[in-house]
């Protein structure tokens, strides 16, 4: 599965990372900046939950009239001189994009960020048949530098620090040793060899933010300019959308496009917000001659209509994962998925499955940040209890001991009596353990608590008996 | 895979059978946007956007026809030279021919006119080699600080992009709040039939990333720096 | 007034202190407080750990309990958010949809109840020392109790209140999150209590059992000097000041 980055469990993955103390830390610096600028952003604009309430209905028309709108886009599309090709699944949409290259006879690929084009692997697709496919977004471009993965929907090598990034450098590129590893320095470096790359490339791949429907439009969000590159140089351009990422006229756009800048970093807009229609007209010099929309399934359309739809109404601002407090200690790459954060998990297990994803849904105190901070008002935490219910439930995966244990929960919790009687045995039971009204080594159950923290020991009488006896008097 | 099938799988989930003919209705309940009507005049909105162009960035000139010609001059004198510019009316409109056509080769300054006569490879090479790429922006976006640039037949998109320098020439009374006031513009050009440009570039100051440890690093793929000249009496 | 008090699992066995101190506070104010024997557990532990069937019968056994009482009120905002959530829980057993929808209406967290339905900003108090207060997810983001903490604790005489850095991040409590990714909720805590010993505070104030029992059971094996109180332990001091 192209979505997953290892075999490993997610505890394992949990244990390797919250031990890596950069990734931590920049984990940490970068939530707590984007915090400031995204509040900044949403007071600036004023009425946020009234433009949330309107980008979360935009998403559920569209979702609705799903086919509708897909249909109207693709007659649009086409109306101005592109190609549109609906692909079921991975297989379907490399198979295609590599059938365009193959007519192209292109050899050299640049691509701008897109996470769907992760999800379907489509680098190693076109890698197959000789291609040279270059990631242009710089955190993007860095990792494949090293066959690492992204760690984030947004900012992908947000794991990694600047020493780290010159080392990969010098080792691949060439970067002098003596150079700084300033930031500016290693990106004016890149933009000089990628400059040439640009302009030596035969086809752009790009995912799409956002397509509309009524115009046949695709629309890139970034901020380095290197999907403006991208849809202006190659003769061939070839944009792959998720098959709900749209909205019906640039009225809708614009609403998006509002609520993806200011969530996703805060700001107002991004630099470069390209709005691209069919391919170059007749007499124009630049910008692709040939302009392909792959529009993907791959799992979307059995998340619609289902307990999970509301997850379809994402647009990718990563503000979930900016807030989660729980991405903050472990990173993105514990999640073992393109889509991290709380977003990832969320989706991850059900476009690939819960074999391998099935801690992903624990893997949240259901604090609730998720869900305050999306701009589309997906009840992220709500979709993380859901999935649980259905992993107990329906998929009978939970582990025995705790299903008995809930049982017993259940028939004591429900019993008045019972349940008194079982609080007091209890407190009894464990009263042993305690030394200075502490549990530090809890038996059972409570070993897993008492491997962190200590238990408080049950008080010798409980707030029942002492209401009950106190001078005032019980009562009922 | 068919599209048909396609979206027949789609609408089976939506428990319904596939809808290709009947527009949905939008019955939106909410209007934010409504409320970020444009009731400022220019003179705010000029007040906003160069306001916002110090956080993006760039630096904002002010010219009227008298002098613009001086200001895109000295403009190109401190970024240097050479020069991409589109092949459009406007030039002349404004009276930059001179300044452009004359006046800079005179000063050993090349000016490159983006042109469907000379190939694309050499189109692209010479904006690759431009220090300045002039462009006029089609609206300005106070709140962002964003010039709107249309494709078009001698307006190459990659004078705005391969340049060291992008510079863009703005008349005063194209300014507009925000995306609101663009997007209602274009829905009805839509409606009304008409097919949009190839290329519609949003463009707010110079290209940046903040790949590299969330540090915000100015020009990475495009230009490196930018400049807006506002035409005041225009 | 009349108020049953719903006094959550945890405080009936564990934080007793809490419980009398709620009790001690609204009899203060004129409130009639009752405790209903039947109840038993909220039913959030198994609810939210995906046992949404095994948590319905203790649920019902609430609802049963609470419903004819005039007012309930509870000092835990996350099972104020339990009832509040009954309603749709039961959104499909309509007869006890229109329980707990009846149950929900009339719950309130204690300071809540205390600044909307009493109307008291001032109880009193009077606690001469430097405290920070911890905001607990459930009670801020789900139940959008936000500001009546603070209100209250802005009126208790001496108190000297500091901002808790980066107050939004969750404590790391979760119910079973904090057995079932005990690691994860390690480093929760821990980051919570960083910035809790960085505001110099001597007490750590919270309006919820389960986030004081995960930062308390923490500090306690650290060895950090700092002491958790619950809001309605600060509420019912009158040290001098």
């Known amino acids: ?476 | 895979m068919e599209q048909t099938q396609f979206l027949s799988t789609i609408a089976a989930r939506l428990q319904r059978t596939a809808n290709t003919t009947e527009r949905p209705i939008k019955n939106w309940q909410h209007r934010p946007n409504a409320q970020h009507d444009a009731r400022m005049t220019n003179d705010d909105l000029l007040t906003t956007f160069k306001e916002q162009c110090t956080r993006i960035h760039t630096d904002v000139v002010e010219a009227t026809r008298g002098t613009l010609q001086q200001e895109v001059a000295q403009v190109i004198k401190n970024y240097g030279g050479p020069v991409s510019v589109w092949d459009d009316a406007r030039f002349e409109t404004y009276g930059l021919t001179p300044l452009l056509m004359q006046t800079l080769p005179q000063h050993d300054i090349a000016v490159y006119t983006w042109s469907n006569e000379k190939s694309r490879e050499q189109n692209f090479a010479e904006a690759n080699i431009s220090r300045v790429g002039l462009v006029f922006s089609e609206y300005a976006l106070a709140e962002s600080g964003t010039v709107v640039l249309y494709s078009a037949e001698g307006a190459g998109k990659a004078v705005g992009l391969l340049p060291h320098a992008f510079v863009a020439i703005i008349p005063k009374s194209s300014l507009l709040l925000r995306m609101t006031q663009l997007s209602q513009l274009f829905r009805q050009r839509v409606e009304a039939g008409e097919l949009l440009p190839h290329a519609i570039d949003y463009v707010s100051g110079p290209s940046n990333s903040a790949d590299i440890e969330m540090k915000l690093v100015v020009g990475v793929h495009g230009p490196v720096e930018a400049t807006y000249i506002v035409l005041t009496d225009c | 007034m009349k108020v049953a008090l719903f006094a959550t699992c945890l405080v009936d066995v564990f934080q007793t202190n809490v419980g009398k101190a709620t009790v001690e506070l609204l009899e203060s104010l004129g409130c009639d407080v009752t405790f209903p024997k039947g109840q038993v557990c909220c039913g959030q532990p198994a609810y939210n750990s995906g046992y949404i069937r095994d948590a319905k019968e203790p649920m019902r056994h609430m609802i049963d309990t609470f419903l004819h009482e005039p007012c309930i009120v509870t000092p835990s905002g996350s099972c104020a958010t339990m009832f509040k959530e009954y309603p749709r829980i039961f959104a499909d057993e309509p007869i006890y949809a229109k329980k707990a929808q009846l149950v929900a209406d009339k719950t309130y967290e204690l300071t809540e109840f205390l600044v909307n339905v009493l109307k008291v900003t001032d109880v009193g108090a009077s606690f001469p020392h430097r405290v920070t207060y911890h905001t607990s997810c459930h009670m801020t983001r789900l139940l959008g109790v936000k500001e009546e903490p603070y209100i209250l604790l802005e009126h208790v005489k001496g108190l000297e209140l500091v901002a808790l850095p980066n107050a939004h991040n969750c404590c790391g409590f979760g119910g079973t999150f904090s057995v079932k990714m005990g690691t994860i909720s390690e480093q929760m805590v821990d980051e919570k209590i960083d910035c809790a010993l960085q505001t110099d505070a001597d007490y750590l104030i919270a309006s919820d059992g389960g986030c004081m029992m995960n930062i308390n059971g923490r500090l306690h094996r650290r060895g950090d000097k700092l002491t958790t109180l619950h809001i309605a332990e600060v509420l019912t001091q009158h040290e001098g000041v």
């Open chain 1, 1 to 476: 599965m192209a979505i997953q980055f290892n075999e490993h469990h997610f505890n394992d993955n949990v244990e390797k990372n919250v031990h890596n103390d950069f990734m931590r830390g920049a984990v940490a610096s970068a939530q707590d900046h984007l915090y400031t600028k995204r509040l900044d952003a949403v007071e600036e604009l004023g009425d946020w939950e009234q433009w949330r309430n309107h980008a979360q209905e935009i998403r559920q028309h569209v979702l609705e009239h799903l086919d509708y709108y897909l249909h109207e886009l693709a007659i649009n599309v086409e109306k101005a001189g592109g190609h549109v090709y609906f692909a079921h699944d991975a297989n379907e949409a490399n198979a295609y994009i590599r059938d365009v290259v193959r007519q192209k006879n292109a050899k050299k690929i640049v691509k701008s960020k897109s996470m769907v084009t992760e999800e379907i692997s489509l680098n190693d697709a076109l890698e197959a048949e000789g291609c040279q496919v270059l990631e242009t977004d710089l955190g993007e471009y860095i990792l494949q530098l090293e066959g690492d993965k992204p760690s984030h929907i947004v900012a992908p090598s947000l794991h990694k620090n600047k020493d780290q990034i010159k080392e990969v450098f010098v080792e691949k590129l060439g970067y002098d040793e003596q150079n700084t590893s300033e930031a500016g320095e290693l990106a004016r470096y890149v933009r000089e060899i990628l400059r040439d790359e640009f302009l030596a490339a035969d086809v752009g791949v790009t995912g799409c933010n956002f397509a509309v429907a009524d115009s046949g439009s695709i629309c890139l969000v970034t901020n380095e300019g290197n999907a403006g590159l991208v849809t202006t140089i190659p003769k061939t351009h070839i944009a792959v959308m998720g098959m709900e990422r749209l909205v019906p006229s640039m009225e809708e756009l614009e609403v998006l496009v509002t609520m993806l800048t200011r969530s996703a970093v805060g700001q107002k807009l991004s630099s470069y917000v390209n709005i691209v229609t069919g391919p170059k007209h007749a007499q124009e010099v630049d910008g692709p001659e040939d302009f392909h929309v792959v529009v993907l399934d791959n799992g979307r359309s059995s998340i619609l209509g289902g307990d999970f739809e509301e997850v379809l109404q994402c647009i990718r601002c990563g503000a979930c994962v900016n807030t989660c407090p729980v991405y903050r200690h472990i990173g993105g790459h514990s999640y073992n998925s393109i889509y991290s954060g709380p977003i990832g998990a969320v989706l991850t297990p059900l476009l690939a499955g819960y074999d391998d994803y099935k801690e992903l849904p624990y893997a949240s105190s259901l604090c609730g940040a998720c869900t305050e901070v999306c701009p589309v008002k997906i009840p992220l935490h709500e979709l993380l209890l859901k999935h649980r219910q259905v992993i107990v439930e329906e998929e009978g995966r939970a582990p025995v001991s705790e299903s008995a244990m809930m049982k017993l929960f259940e028939f004591g919790a429900s019993r008045s009596p019972l349940y008194r009687f079982g609080t007091k045995v209890a407190a009894k039971a464990i009263k042993p353990f305690a030394k200075d009204d502490m549990i530090s080594k809890g038996p059972g159950p409570l070993k897993t608590w008492t491997n962190v923290r200590d238990f408080p020991a049950p008080k010798e009488q409980r707030l029942r008996d002492w209401f009950e006896t106190r001078d005032k008097g019980g009562n009922v």
